[in-house]
C-alpha cells in the first residue's frame, strides 16, 4: 500500500510539473502589448534578450503558434527591443533571441552599422512604439568586415564599406591590413559596433535624451556564428 502511495504521489507530482510547465510556456507565448512592454524596465529588456540566446544555444527555444501569434499582432505592436543586425544568414536576431512575432524589432544591413535612416528607423522603435532596449549585434566571420579591411570596391557595395573603413582606421595593426588576418578582423567587428552605439546618442537627440532619462538602454554583442553565443558589450 506505501508503494502504491508513494507511485501515486511520483504522478502526480510528475503531473503538476508538466501543468506549470504548460502554464509557463502558455504565458510566455504571450504576445506583447502596450500594458506589458510598460512593465518592462530597460534592463529587464536586456535580461530578456540574454536569456533567449541561452535557450538558443542551449537547444531549449520555445515554440508557441505562430499562426496564432498572426492572428493577436494583427491589430498592433509592442515590441520590447530593437536590434540592429547584419543580413548574415546566420544571424536572425529573432532566432537567435529566441523571440516570437511582436517581440523585437530588427534593422538589418550589411556591417550593421547605422546611418540617418537606420537611427530614424531607431527612433520610430523607441520614441513612438516604446522598446526599451537597442542592441547592435555583430558577428563572427563577417564578409563585411573583411570587405572593409581590403577595401572592397563593387557597384554600390563600395558605399557600404565607406561606412565601416573609420572604424578601421582607429585599430593600430602592423602592416597591410588583410581580410586573411582574423584578429584584425575580429577587432574591427566590435570596434564597429561600438561605434555604432556611440553614433546612435550623437547623431539623436532623442535616443540621447531617453537614455539620460533612463528609459533606453544601449548594448552591443557579437554573435559566434559557430555556437550561437552572443558576447555582450556594454555601451
Known amino acids: 500500500m506505501l508503494n502504491r502511495r508513494n507511485s501515486l504521489k511520483a504522478v502526480l507530482a510528475a503531473s503538476s510539473i508538466l501543468l506549470a510547465s504548460k502554464a509557463s510556456a502558455r504565458q510566455t507565448c504571450a504576445v506583447q502589448t502596450k500594458q506589458s512592454q510598460g512593465q518592462i524596465k530597460p534592463d529587464e529588456a536586456l535580461a530578456l534578450l540574454r536569456q533567449g540566446n541561452e535557450r538558443f544555444v542551449s537547444g531549449k527555444s520555445i515554440h508557441c503558434d505562430l499562426r496564432k501569434q498572426v492572428h493577436e499582432t494583427s491589430s498592433g505592436q509592442a515590441p520590447f527591443a530593437a536590434i540592429v543586425g547584419c543580413i548574415d544568414s546566420r544571424a536572425s536576431p529573432e532566432l537567435i533571441f529566441d523571440q516570437r512575432l511582436g517581440d523585437i524589432f530588427a534593422a538589418r544591413i550589411a556591417g550593421n552599422f547605422v546611418n540617418d535612416d537606420i537611427i530614424g528607423s531607431l527612433e520610430f522603435a523607441t520614441e513612438i512604439s516604446g522598446a526599451r532596449a537597442?542592441?547592435?549585434?555583430?558577428?563572427?566571420?563577417?564578409?563585411?568586415?573583411?570587405?572593409?579591411?581590403?577595401?572592397?570596391?563593387?557597384?554600390?557595395?563600395?558605399?557600404?564599406?565607406?561606412?565601416?573603413?573609420?572604424?578601421?582606421?582607429?585599430?593600430?595593426?602592423?602592416?597591410?591590413?588583410?581580410?586573411?588576418?582574423?584578429?584584425?578582423?575580429?577587432?574591427?567587428?566590435?570596434?564597429?559596433?561600438?561605434?555604432?552605439?556611440?553614433?546612435?546618442?550623437?547623431?539623436?537627440?532623442?535616443?540621447?535624451?531617453?537614455?539620460?532619462?533612463?528609459?533606453?538602454?544601449?548594448?552591443?554583442?557579437l554573435h559566434d556564428v559557430r555556437t550561437g553565443r552572443i558576447h555582450w558589450i556594454s555601451a
Do not use: F, W
Request: net charge positive.
Open 134 to 221: 537597442i542592441v547592435v549585434l555583430g558577428h563572427s566571420d563577417c564578409g563585411a568586415m573583411k570587405g572593409a579591411v581590403d577595401n572592397v570596391k563593387a557597384g554600390l557595395l563600395t558605399g557600404v564599406i565607406a561606412q565601416i573603413r573609420p572604424s578601421l582606421e582607429k585599430l593600430d595593426y602592423k602592416g597591410v591590413a588583410n581580410s586573411s588576418n582574423a584578429e584584425l578582423v575580429g577587432r574591427l567587428t566590435e570596434q564597429n559596433v561600438r561605434d555604432a552605439i556611440a553614433r546612435l546618442t550623437s547623431r539623436s537627440e532623442m535616443l540621447r535624451r531617453r537614455v539620460e532619462q533612463r528609459q533606453l538602454v544601449l548594448a552591443g554583442g
